[in-house]
């Protein structure tokens, strides 16, 4: 069965600066791996997928996350965050066909201004 | 043109009460889920139909029973609902093998 660690539950950055949110996975055979963002009150809205291919996986609104098997990761980066930005994030794994999907416990972004 | 809905977006009941939450995809997609997300944001899945089949059931209590009437609607019905069914429930739907799901803006339970 796999699962998902995020280990920040909380991450404050100020606007501007960088963003770099922890994902870490267990799963026995090759992963897919998704970040997912959900506004307060909202539904959920995928930012990027990995399936297979090239590690480095763009995403919309200027995020990318990179796979990285030897340190089972997927973690999710921004170069300059927006106020906008501001929200949870999950990162999530699914199984060999992408089916069933193993959510992490969520990473709170807060931007500060 | 909403992708995945669901109705009811708030629902607020009694306990012992019995109710249902209805999603709808008009994606053309095979797969459809339910997920609950409690009070701590913890996501997990619940049940998943591929073109009206149960395929996924996790270990949820009998009250509660998915019914597929077509590969487009996924409803949710919950009998005698308890204090712990609070959370928001999400449906989400995908094409096929190897897609991304895609998820409703999800229903608010609370139980009082």
């Known amino acids: 069965a796999q699962s998902v660690t995020q280990p920040d539950i909380h991450i404050t950055v100020s606007e501007g600066a960088s963003l770099e949110l922890r994902c870490n996975y267990s799963?026995?055979?090759?992963?897919?791996l998704f970040w997912y963002v959900q506004s307060p009150g909202q539904g959920l809205q995928l930012l990027l997928k990995?399936?297979?291919?090239?590690?480095l996986v763009q995403g919309i609104k200027g995020f990318e996350a990179e796979f990285k098997r030897s340190q089972s990761s997927f973690n999710l980066r921004k170069p300059s965050v927006h106020w906008s930005d501001a929200a949870e994030y999950f990162c999530?794994?699914?199984?060999?066909?992408?089916?069933?999907?193993?959510f992490g416990a969520g990473t709170i972004l807060r931007v500060k201004s | 043109d909403t992708a995945v809905s669901q109705t009811p977006k708030y629902l607020v009941t009694q306990m012992g009460n019995d109710k249902s939450i209805k999603c709808e995809q008009n994606?053309?997609?095979?797969?459809m889920y339910w997920y609950k997300q409690d009070s701590k944001k913890f996501l997990k899945i619940m049940f998943s139909?591929?073109?009206?089949?149960?395929?996924i059931n996790e270990t949820v209590p009998n009250r509660f029973s998915p019914k597929s009437p077509d590969k487009a609607h996924l409803n949710l019905h919950i009998n005698s609902l308890e204090l712990g069914d609070s959370a928001v429930y999400f449906c989400?739907?995908?094409?096929?093998?190897?897609?991304?799901?895609?998820f409703g803006p999800g229903t608010r339970l609370l139980v009082l």
């Open positions: 799963y026995g055979a090759t992963p897919y």
């Open positions: 994606l053309g997609h095979d797969t």
């Open positions: 990995y399936f297979s291919g090239d590690t």
């Open positions: 989400a739907s995908r094409p096929g093998k190897q897609e991304t799901q895609y």
């Open positions: 999530a794994v699914g199984d060999q066909y992408g089916n069933k999907l193993v």
């Open positions: 139909y591929n073109n009206k089949e149960l395929i």
